[in-house]
């Protein structure tokens, strides 16, 4: 009984100051759980006044803020642990780099929404569009070593939607053909198979033809965030192909359907509609 009634007093004490606390006096990590040396996802500013998340108080170590952050976050997924439907199979870790002893983000839903934005030899690099609780240390500046692969989630940019929507008519600066119907399964990216489910991929847009070099088997590809190829592009089905070129090195978003090479090293995506992103 007196433990109890010296947590209530104690929690009490505690309330005020973590409801809203005294602005940042340094740049503070923001750490995946209450302990310093847990990864951190994020850092907050000088000056900043971080509010605790709803209802986490009670749960929340004495000296700790858990407050929320709301996406998107940049995470990194094994190959095998993508569904039929590209889609990532919940429980599955999403890391923070793409290398098994990379800290865990967090572990995914069977409601995440999620996006592909590259390919990392067997890590897909995805977008996850869902809100995250992290943690800062009242005490103040614990960790101060650059984010690491990771969207800051303060003024995050407006997410590209996950889910795949009614490709527009053709007009400046989007074309393609007419959405062919409801997605069905698809193959994992790790199994060189195809698939006629449509789906969306953000990426850079760039032309693979390089003067005295032997031609790639398509003309365009999309390069991920470092600029590393991660798809090529079968524009077959495009109309308007004659005004692809204006696309050339901008970031852009592709709606269509994934397929392997035969060899199963290269990754196709046949485009039906592209769009600036």
Not at 39 to 66: D, F, H, N, Q, R
Not at 94 to 112: F, M, N, Q, W
Request: charged share 15%; net charge positive; glycine share 8%.
């Amino acid at each position: 009984m007196k433990t109890n009634l010296a947590r209530i007093v104690s929690l009490l004490a505690w309330w005020p100051c973590c409801a809203s606390a005294a602005p940042l006096t340094a740049t503070t990590a923001v750490h995946t759980k209450p302990d310093a040396s847990s990864p951190a996802i994020t850092y907050l500013k000088a000056g900043t006044e971080p509010v605790a998340a709803p209802g986490s108080i009670a749960s929340t170590p004495a000296g700790w803020m858990a407050i929320e952050l709301p996406g998107p976050f940049e995470g990194y997924v094994e190959n095998k642990d993508l569904a039929k439907s590209l889609d990532v199979k919940p429980g599955a870790p999403i890391r923070l780099a793409p290398k098994s002893d990379a800290g865990v983000l967090t572990l995914a839903e069977a409601t995440d929404k999620t996006s592909i934005t590259g390919i990392h030899g067997r890590w897909t690099q995805i977008r996850l569009e869902r809100k995250l609780t992290g943690y800062v240390h009242l005490g103040g500046t614990a960790g101060h070593l650059p984010p690491i692969a990771t969207t800051p989630a303060p003024a995050a940019p407006k997410p590209v939607p996950a889910a795949p929507v009614t490709p527009p008519p053709v007009a400046p600066g989007v074309y393609g053909a007419a959405n062919t119907g409801q997605p069905v399964a698809m193959v994992n990216l790790g199994d060189g198979g195809s698939s006629t489910l449509p789906r969306q991929f953000a990426g850079r847009f760039v032309s693979t033809r390089r003067p005295f070099t032997p031609r790639r088997p398509y003309d365009y590809a999309l390069n991920d965030d470092a600029g590393r190829r991660y798809a090529y592009l079968d524009i077959s089905k495009l109309l308007q192909t004659d005004q692809i070129e204006k696309y050339l090195n901008l970031n852009v978003v592709v709606f269509g359907t994934a397929q392997g090479t035969p060899d199963g090293r290269e990754f196709v995506i046949q485009v039906e509609t592209l769009q600036l992103k």
